[in-house]
């Protein structure tokens, strides 16, 4: 076989050549599966003890550290020193300062709200214009799902100096339904109908009461407002279907829900507009 191979690349290809590159693929590849092993393992005793998001963060650290680490001393192997690039850091430092302002930004930022924990994997949150499920909290940013399967990557900076609406948070929510009547209807029989509506549904509870408000007189009806709560996976349900059944038993009962609508008085109000017939005369 060494028949087929230059004679100049025989020094090359010796075992003594070879060994140190053998070692150093070894000592990458164990390195990998034993940081990934790691980080798995220490994900799954975060999230099981903590939440998600320690997991998520304690793994991608471990896995990272462990996998520069190993490609070190892989380097090593095959005598390739970092006593050189230690020495230029100095040289190299504001610029790669400036570079990573804004990850280290994130960073810092990421443990800040992990820390505080305003929300957790699964939850539904808004980040101003922007509302989907929380997928994971990584080292920079916060990956979500939106409603119409858009994945949508946040930085971690943007979040701490945004508003950020947890919708999931708490066990139960409040929904609000706006209720116009007309001026002619007796409104202590609308809230009894609109009470009686709301007892047979099942799902919206008996504790916190409901509770109906009279927001004031509009241009054209009687302005209520229905207050029911709700467990929180039900919010979105109950609050498409109550306006619906709301519709369908006015409508069953004779109660008016008015639309706007505007009335012209040339003169005084109890006088008939002035309108008349005239014939046209010829010359």
Do not use: C
Not at 104 to 109: G, L, R, W
Not at 155 to 183: C, G, L, M, W
Not at 207 to 213: D, G, R, S, T
Not at 252 to 268: D, M, Q, R, S
């Amino acid at each position: 076989m060494s028949n087929y191979i230059p004679a100049s690349l025989l020094p090359y290809l010796s075992i003594e050549t070879l060994a140190p590159y053998i070692r150093a693929l070894l000592i990458a590849l164990f390195g990998y599966k034993l940081s990934a092993a790691m980080s798995n393992r220490l994900k799954e005793t975060l999230t099981s003890r903590y939440s998600a998001q320690h997991g998520l963060i304690g793994g991608q650290i471990v896995f990272y550290g462990g996998t520069v680490l190993f490609v070190t001393a892989a380097l090593n192997q095959i005598g390739f020193s970092l006593t050189p690039l230690l020495g230029a850091a100095g040289v190299v430092g504001v610029a790669l300062g400036f570079a990573s302002q804004t990850s280290v930004s994130n960073i810092i930022s990421g443990l800040f709200i992990l820390a505080e924990q305003p929300f957790k994997v699964n939850d539904i949150i808004s980040v101003g214009d922007v509302t989907g499920v929380v997928l994971s909290l990584d080292l920079l940013s916060v990956k979500l799902r939106a409603f119409d399967n858009r994945f949508i990557r946040i930085p971690h900076e943007t979040i701490v100096k945004s508003q950020v609406t947890n919708i999931t948070r708490f066990p139960i929510r409040r929904v609000d339904v706006d209720v116009p009547v007309a001026y002619k209807e007796d409104i202590a029989r609308v809230k009894s109908i609109l009470l009686d509506i709301v007892a047979k549904d099942p799902r919206i509870l008996k504790q916190p009461e409901p509770v109906i408000f009279f927001k004031g007189f509009g241009n054209s009806s009687i302005d209520l407002l229905l207050l029911v709560w709700a467990e929180t996976p039900e919010w979105y349900p109950v609050r498409n279907s109550l306006p619906e059944v709301i519709k369908a038993t006015f409508d069953e009962l004779g109660i008016e829900i008015p639309f706007p609508h505007l009335t012209l008085y040339p003169g005084a109000w109890d006088e008939p507009l002035p309108l008349g017939i005239h014939e046209r005369t010829s010359n």
